[in-house]
């Protein structure tokens, strides 16, 4: 069957979907109109950041609830949805018409299969290559390798723009991002807490003509790269202040190394300040490894907080089928 012609149901259960919109008057009515069309009963949520089109006017009338977020940047409208908003189940795509929302059914049969807290919707490779800008590409995969490294779980396409999660996932994200780095802490926050995910291909096509993409790589990019590096600090500090210290301490067995020897030969030491460096190196390594130690505790506290709030939530049930916590 398909989804965009025929929607798909899921009594009992109240699902919203949330479309972050900027400048998205040529595209948001379709994204709209499919969604409403994939599943019945869904509620759309089209959040307006301060468009200076008519993506509100078009938008409410696809048939969608517009809200406005005056803070600029997409991390500001995730964080405002997922506090204003309540449901069950909860889908989040972009407004440009890109993703194929006719899987939408899909993705919610998927999360309540599991139950899952959260299905990533993949762009696959037979979507429009068009869609695609090589730079934007190659950092996703950049990215997704970063990302399965540091945190030990393999992520396919953490730059997605289409998802959907379980309320418990909703309510227990911090949503600290203000713009597109939002869809990395999304992903980290899954992986983080090990909470129950899965990826499902979806279709990717070009912008519909006259909708212009509000990514800007190189800007985009290195937020990621800076948020990345914030999350390292505070979700995998022993790993980090442990480099560091390593680091130092290599860099003091090399400076020590020949005082050691000419100190043995010699029983002087001729190279005062290169010793006196030495010493304060290896000092600061041993200092860098400690304070890794302090703040894997404090993390460790932190993460079992941020659990234990997880967990008191039920998990994602059909009506006719009792929830898991």
């Known amino acids: 069957m398909n989804a965009a ?26 994204v709209v109109t499919d969604l409403l069309a994939a599943v019945d009963d869904i509620t759309v949520y089209v959040y307006d950041n301060n468009s200076n089109d008519r993506t ?23 964080r405002r949805a997922f506090a204003d908003i309540d449901a069950d189940i909860y889908l989040l795509i972009d407004g440009d018409d890109t993703y194929d929302a006719s899987a939408a059914p899909l993705m919610i049969e998927t999360l309540l299969s599991g139950p899952y807290d959260h ?16 730079g934007h590409e190659a950092g996703n995969r950049m990215f997704n390798r970063l990302i399965s490294h540091l945190f030990g779980e393999d992520v396919t396409d953490m730059l997605s723009g289409y998802r959907v999660f379980s309320r418990r996932f909703v309510k227990s994200f911090p949503a600290l991002s203000r713009e597109f780095e939002i869809e990395t802490e999304l992903t980290v926050h899954a992986v983080n807490l090990r909470l129950p995910q899965v990826e499902v291909p979806v279709g990717f096509k070009d912008r519909p003509e006259g909708s212009e993409s509000k990514l800007r790589t190189y800007h985009d990019g290195f937020r990621i790269l800076r948020l990345i590096g914030s999350l390292l600090q505070h979700e995998r500090p022993l790993a980090l202040f ?38 304060g190196v290896m000092l600061a390594g041993i200092m860098s490894f400690v304070v890794g130690l302090v703040l894997n505790g404090i993390q460790r506290q932190r993460r079992e907080s941020a659990r234990l709030s997880y967990l008191r939530l039920p998990s994602v049930a059909r009506p006719d089928r009792p929830t898991n916590s």
């Open 119 to 134: 299905v990533l919707g993949v762009r696959t490779e037979e979507s429009d290559e068009s869609a695609y800008r090589p």
């Open 242 to 279: 442990s480099t560091i210290g390593a680091f130092f301490m290599v860099v003091a067995v090399i400076l020590g190394i020949p005082l050691f020897f000419t100190y043995a030969e010699t029983h002087a030491v001729p190279r005062l300040p290169t010793a006196v460096l030495a010493t």
């Open 56 to 78: 509100a006017e078009v938008a409410a009338a696809a048939g969608a609830i517009v809200r406005t977020e005056t803070r600029k940047g997409k991390g500001n409208v995730v």
């Open 5 to 30: 012609t025929a929607g798909t149901g899921f009594d009992g259960l109240i699902i919203a979907a949330i479309v972050p919109c900027y400048n998205e008057e040529v595209a948001v009515p379709q």
